[in-house]
């Protein structure tokens, strides 16, 4: 059975004020190699969840540098995920930046790239201007307005749902008077 979760936004922050500008062995690092904008990214939702979707080709996972799911490391591939998932893991959706927190996503969009970078936001300055943690281009407290792009997004993670397993149900023993059933 899936539950919900709160997405823990102030872990997602402090993981990227961490890692924005090192590298977590865990990982390998995709700098030079299409970036690692949005495998760094998706770690700090992994800080903030702790759930992963192991949903071959649609889900959103990281094992090992041959065994990870495209949403891990793929720009379109996260927005995808995050916006679409009915599964385990972090769920969420497109927001104004009026209604994004820190440890939600932002994703940049050039005219002759497409939607190339993802950034995390974990703050924002006296102005409301957002600040962001990246890699690729390691950035950290790095403002978003000193980046040059056509379009943005927001994606407000909303929450994380994981799957429990099935307690079984007590309703019917309890409303026949037959037994009180335990759930551990």
């Given at each position: ?80 995920f995050l916006t679409t998932n009915m599964g385990p ?96």
């Open positions: 059975m899936l539950v919900t979760k709160t997405y823990l936004r102030e872990r997602a922050v402090t993981y990227a004020r961490k890692w924005a500008l090192s590298r977590n062995p865990l990982f390998v690092d995709y700098t030079g190699r299409g970036g690692n904008c949005t495998n760094f990214v998706s770690q700090c939702i992994y800080a903030g969840s702790c759930t992963m979707n192991y949903t071959p080709v649609y889900g959103w996972y990281y094992l090992t540098e041959a065994n990870r799911s495209a949403s891990w490391t793929g720009v379109e591939f996260l927005y995808n893991g972090p769920f969420g959706r497109e927001v104004p930046l009026e209604e994004a927190q820190p440890g939600d996503v932002i994703q940049l969009y050039r005219e002759d790239e497409g939607w190339y970078h993802s950034l995390l936001l974990i703050g924002f300055d006296e102005d409301g201007g957002a600040l962001v943690a990246a890699q690729s281009n390691d950035a950290l407290d790095r403002p978003l307005s000193s980046y040059t792009y056509d379009q943005d997004r927001f994606i407000h993670i909303a929450g994380v749902r994981l799957t429990v397993p099935d307690i079984g149900d007590c309703y019917e023993s309890l409303l026949d008077g037959v037994a009180i059933i335990p759930n551990d």
